[in-house]
């Protein structure tokens, strides 16, 4: 059964790095998501994409997050200068034309 | 915008009960879903119910949805060991289908 995968598991980086995380949507999936967890928090919608753009992002997403769709299959969150409070899972989501999202098993990323 | 909550915050029920976990939200809705975490992992999606829907079943899972209440139960009938993870219901009600997620309901079954 085809599933998202997100690279690296675990990425640790200092306050201040660029950090960027991989995801690879099921194939034939035409809309992408990343969302974020703090520890012990409620999931939150960062950005959604489509169509190579972003069609949607949230209040969290601001200046310092970027995503791509470089090629046919990957798609990434760029990070562009870390803080503390960005530590957190990140998950990828993507989703055919219908509404149920399948989820990546996350990028546990902490800021040091 | 929208605000998933989910009650209760922690259910501890024993194997072959029923356990049944609410969802409340605020605003209208396309679809409402249901996901499963095991232990801080990845987010399993269960079941979508729409908004037009009253009730689905799949398997051991049981949504029912009242739009009038703002609000959807998640039956989950003779329970498992293996059912022990948080659940979270999440919500779309924008062009995008981003979800808007509750707090999620931590289930633990003992054997």
């Known amino acids: 059964e085809p599933e998202v995968t997100q690279t690296p598991s675990h990425q640790v980086t200092q306050m201040g790095q660029e950090v960027i995380l991989r995801c690879v949507p099921i194939?034939?999936?035409?809309?992408f998501y990343w969302y974020r967890q703090i520890l012990g928090q409620k999931v939150e919608f960062l950005v959604s994409?489509?169509?190579?753009?972003?069609?949607?992002k949230s209040e969290i997403f601001d200046d310092q997050f970027s995503v791509e769709r470089p090629d046919g299959s990957n798609f990434t969150l760029k990070i562009r200068s870390t803080k503390l409070e960005d530590s957190a899972m990140y998950f990828c989501?993507?989703?055919?034309?219908?509404?149920?999202?399948?989820f990546g098993p996350g990028t546990r990323l902490t800021v040091t | 915008s929208q605000q998933g909550e989910e009650d209760p915050q922690a259910l501890s029920i024993q194997e072959g009960e029923n356990a049944t976990m609410n969802c409340s939200y605020k605003?209208?809705?396309?679809?409402l879903q249901w996901y499963r975490q095991n232990s801080g992992r990845g987010l399993v999606h269960l079941i979508l119910?729409?908004?037009n829907e009253r009730e689905k079943h799949s398997g051991r899972l049981r949504v029912t949805l009242d739009t009038s209440k703002k609000s959807s139960s998640l039956l989950i009938t003779a329970s498992r060991a293996a059912d022990t993870a948080s659940y979270f219901c999440?919500?779309?009600?924008?062009?995008?289908?981003?979800?808007?997620w509750g707090a999620g309901t931590k289930l633990i079954i003992k054997p």
């Open positions: 989501a993507s989703r055919p034309d219908s509404p149920e999202q399948y």
């Open positions: 194939s034939n999936h035409l809309y």
């Open positions: 994409f489509y169509n190579n753009e972003i069609s949607e």
């Open positions: 605003t209208s809705i396309n679809n």
């Open positions: 119910i729409r908004s």
């Open positions: 999440a919500t779309d009600g924008g062009s995008n289908y981003q979800l808007i």
